[in-house]
């Protein structure tokens, strides 16, 4: 009922295999042909009972994995996941597609490079000889991050954990059944670390929804060049049922920005809920006008400062959806800002909707503004423009200098190492657009700590 072991002598393991001919496959860009008597042995850890993989068998010893393509539809009748198969080496070729290192049955030169083509279905059975059943191969336990050593670890079984999908992509069907295209989703884990889950659309579970919370994910590790893929066999390679990262379980629910600002009270606080808020980025990370980690992004009802637990790559006008529940809201030196303690907010609680959006800045005045951070402080942390005024205190932009209009007086804050801190500040009446800023404020007006950022000397306008 087992099945049985044939008597071949394995002399050769998949990484040594692997490792010979790697340089001649990648570096120089081959198909190499297998000239000696090897054999190796492996567990089937991908076959096609799903149609996710497309004849493609994946195999595992204990030192590697690697596929192997082969011209037989429904092989798993024959070598299904769990069997022990024997693979005679020689007169095999072995390529790469997209650097996915693979064996198959001779050189294809019909295309516009070599590739190594499928193994004959009249000769599977010669190459491929079949062993016990049952083999219970446990996944590796990686992380995302393991994941960049690629020789190592593709054509792999492996399993991620307090993995989730992207908040985009969570209730949503795993492939195109209706075009029959595949579709690529990103799983993210609690570390800010991201994956692409590639799934085809002529898989028999194209239709099922993702999970919307965390868990485990298992599959086929593959690679495409630079990226990094994820191939599941089936929706049981997914169990993803407990509360997600930050804290929450299920779909998140949106929350405006200055219903955000309200929850804090005075002390850092919380975010109690699963929520998430939306709105575009005022602010220019190119310009080094403020921390890496930082931004500032403003819906209709406000604005306000994310802290990121590292550096972001969000560029101004990006339309953004950030997951929120469970993280911090309190002040750093007077600015509210969304993840001021440790951890901050997770990079891969972001999903980027659109780009290349603007936000239209209130006209107010110097006085106006004084008032407002005294009282509610409802303008901190959006976009301002001040008309008719002027600047003063400085010969640039480096520093605290002053704008004054007809009503008072405010600071202009432009840090030392802003790639325009330098630059000759505009004289005579200008306008002046910026985000407004706190830095230990007072209560009292006049506010002499509230701060205009501008992003760039184009918001400086004659």
Request: glycine content about 10%; overall charge negative; aromatic content about 8%.
């Amino acid at each position: 009922m087992n099945g049985a072991d044939p008597n071949l002598t394995v002399n050769m393991t998949i990484d040594s295999l692997k490792r010979l001919y790697k340089d001649s496959i990648i570096v120089f860009n081959k198909i190499v042909t297998i000239k000696n008597d090897w054999i190796i042995a492996g567990v089937v850890t991908a076959d096609d009972k799903s149609g996710n993989f497309y004849k493609t068998m994946v195999i595992e010893d204990n030192t590697a994995g690697i596929s192997i393509r082969l011209d037989q539809s429904e092989f798993h009748v024959d070598y299904p996941v769990g069997r022990r198969v024997f693979v005679k080496l020689k007169g095999l070729v072995m390529g790469d597609y997209g650097n996915l290192i693979q064996l198959g049955g001779y050189i294809d030169n019909t295309g516009t490079s070599p590739e190594a083509a499928p193994i004959p279905l009249s000769l599977v059975q010669e190459y491929i000889v079949g062993g016990v059943y049952g083999v219970n191969l446990q996944p590796a336990q990686v992380s995302i991050l393991d994941l960049n050593n690629t020789d190592k670890w593709q054509n792999r079984f492996i399993e991620i954990q307090n993995a989730e999908f992207a908040t985009a992509d969570t209730n949503q069907p795993y492939a195109d059944a209706v075009l029959l295209q595949s579709v690529n989703r990103t799983v993210n884990d609690c570390n800010g670390g991201s994956i692409i889950v590639r799934t085809s659309g002529y898989c028999n579970f194209a239709t099922k929804l993702t999970p919307s919370g965390k868990g485990t994910i298992k599959g086929i590790f593959s690679i495409y060049n630079s990226d990094l893929q994820l191939i599941i066999r089936d929706t049981t390679d997914v169990k993803m049922d407990s509360i997600r990262c930050n804290g929450a379980g299920g779909p998140a629910s949106y929350i405006d920005i200055s219903d955000v600002r309200a929850l804090y009270s005075g002390s850092t606080v919380p975010v109690n809920g699963n929520f998430y808020i939306q709105g575009v980025v005022i602010s220019d990370r190119t310009t080094s006008n403020l921390n890496g980690r930082n931004l500032f992004i403003q819906d209709a009802t406000g604005g306000i400062c994310v802290r990121f637990a590292a550096n972001h790559t969000f560029n101004l006008g990006d339309s953004l959806e950030i997951n929120i529940g469970g993280q911090s809201l309190g002040e750093f030196s007077g600015l509210l800002q969304l993840g001021t303690s440790t951890p901050s907010v997770p990079l891969a609680n972001v999903t980027t909707l659109a780009t290349g959006k603007s936000v239209t800045p209130q006209v107010v005045t110097v006085s106006q503004i004084l008032t407002n951070m005294s009282t509610t402080d409802s303008w901190e942390s959006s976009l301002l423009k001040i008309d008719n005024a002027t600047i003063s205190g400085g010969a640039t932009y480096s520093g605290s200098i002053q704008i004054t209009d007809a009503s008072g007086t405010m600071t202009l804050y432009t840090a030392s190492g802003a790639t325009f801190s330098g630059i000759s500040v505009q004289t005579g009446n200008v306008s002046i657009t910026g985000i407004l800023t706190d830095y230990n404020g007072s209560v009292t007006p006049p506010n002499t700590n509230a701060q205009l950022q501008i992003r760039s000397t184009s918001d400086v306008q004659p």
